[in-house]
């Protein structure tokens, strides 16, 4: 029983850090912003998250699309990665789908705009070509 209760406080604790490094996306400095895309795509890339990431994808998805929009370089490649592995954890189902379609201007948009840093380019292709062929309906 107390390894079984351990085990749930482990999980609590660390779904508390994702809550926090998620709210940390909103952030003014782009530093922590960094420092939150950079760990949400460990945890993101380490250990299945659906569940949690259910009822959170819309927020997430938000904040994601401000890091494309009003970051810079390294900032948007973190947000482009951290995209991928959100599609990923959302499957091909509904959610994933909705996932793609709502940012996949934003990222046609960083990847076709020359001032882009390359980084935030490749990494927007890359998003936009992983999240096509998990969560696309439209077969175009």
Do not use: W
Not at 29 to 54: D, G, I, N, Y
Not at 68 to 91: N, S
Request: net charge negative.
């Amino acid at each position: 029983g107390s390894e079984a209760a351990g085990e749930q406080g482990q999980e609590e604790e660390a779904e508390d850090r994702l809550k926090e490094h998620m709210d940390n996306l909103l952030d003014k400095s782009t530093k922590t912003r960094q420092v939150a895309l950079q760990s949400l795509r460990l945890a993101f890339s380490s250990k299945t998250l659906s569940e949690f990431l259910l009822e959170r994808r819309l927020m997430l998805t938000d904040s994601l699309e401000k890091c494309l929009k009003k970051g810079k370089g390294e900032e948007q490649a973190l947000a482009g990665t951290v995209l991928t592995l959100l599609c990923l954890q959302m499957g091909s189902g509904p959610e994933g789908e909705e996932v793609f379609r709502s940012l996949k201007p934003l990222l046609i948009s960083v990847l076709t705009d020359s001032t882009a840093s390359p980084s935030a380019r490749q990494s927007c292709a890359t998003a936009l070509g992983m999240c096509c062929y998990i969560a696309a309906a439209d077969l175009e």
